[in-house]
């Protein structure tokens, strides 16, 4: 492509992002005070190279897929925010504590980008386990509460019957919590920890050693389906279908990222991803939108995100 190939594709994706309508070769040809004949000229030769496509007979042309691969790509790496929105975002994510971190990100992000936003995680196997608290729930349940490593909280139900006095459990909280291991490594501890000591001790690490695989976390964190919803594509049923299966993780969103964000799209839905530190693996959160997303500003929200969770994830207070 020459310069001008670029610049119409460029404006051909901006006019339809804007309006959800085929964009005309004359309006093309008023902004660049060219004839008509000239951009229907340029048209041809990007539908030749597969970026733009005519949705109708006689109708004006949008860009396919590759076509916004194409714009998108012109944008990267993405601007920052201004100042004022990341400080705002950096502090309404240090105010919150533990998972509602997450909630927090995906409802801002939503709202500033007006689509719908997915945050995900990788599993606790990897995080620190900081300390257990056990508490009776009857004669024959615990409860024991997980605090891990970036102020997360994990709860599991422990059956044991008949239920231990209250020195025991307080001896298995001190005897877990010096373990100092990951959530992956607590329960063979715990089993060689219940080999080693007196009956009701061990009793007690043994059943939570085999309550341990029912600790369950959050691993999908969603927000603003609403908003997606409300654009112009909103009205399409199959468009609809396929949010809503992305949303509700019937389809899947690819945690493949070559570098600390990604562009994935096709002719109905696009999404942006960005990558955080979360222990030692990787988090994810993701834009939804309309293949005509508004990808420069996009980029940036899931960018800014990304780099503000790795930020706050990591900090040591846990927000």
Do not use: C
Request: charged share 25%.
């Amino acid at each position: 492509m020459n310069e001008r190939h670029v610049r119409v594709l460029h404006m051909v994706a901006e006019s339809y992002i804007a309006t959800a309508h085929p964009v005309p070769s004359q309006h093309i040809a008023d902004q660049l005070d060219v004839s008509s004949a000239t951009v229907r000229n340029d048209f041809g030769m990007l539908e030749e190279d597969g970026l733009l496509q005519q949705p109708h007979t006689s109708s004006g042309r949008i860009p396919t897929a590759s076509g916004f691969r194409f714009y998108a790509a012109s944008h990267l790496p993405p601007r920052r925010l201004p100042k004022r929105a990341r400080d705002d975002v950096a502090r309404r994510l240090a105010n919150a504590d533990g998972d509602d971190v997450f909630q927090v990100a995906s409802g801002l992000a939503a709202q500033l980008s007006g689509y719908a936003v997915l945050v995900r995680l990788p599993a606790d196997q990897s995080l620190r386990v900081l300390e257990i608290h056990l508490s009776l729930l009857s004669s024959r349940r615990l409860l024991a509460v997980v605090v891990l490593e970036s102020g997360l909280v994990r709860q599991l139900g422990v059956d044991l019957h008949p239920a231990p006095d209250d020195d025991v459990i307080d001896d298995a909280e001190r005897n877990i919590r010096q373990l100092a291991l990951s959530v992956g490594e607590v329960p063979s501890a715990l089993r060689v920890l219940a080999n080693n000591t007196e009956s009701d001790l061990a009793r007690t690490l043994r059943a939570v050693a085999d309550a341990w695989g029912g600790l369950r976390s959050p691993r999908l964190f969603r927000d603003g389906l609403s908003r997606l919803l409300a654009e112009p594509e909103g009205h399409d049923p199959a468009f609809v279908r396929l949010v809503v299966e992305l949303i509700e993780g019937a389809a899947p969103v690819s945690e493949d990222l070559e570098g600390s964000y990604a562009v994935e799209l096709d002719d109905h839905l696009a999404k942006i991803s960005a990558a955080f530190g979360f222990g030692a693996g990787r988090g994810m959160l993701t834009l939804v939108g309309p293949a005509r997303m508004r990808y420069p500003l996009a980029l940036s929200i899931a960018s800014e995100f990304g780099r503000a969770l790795d930020n706050t994830v990591a900090a040591p207070h846990g927000g």
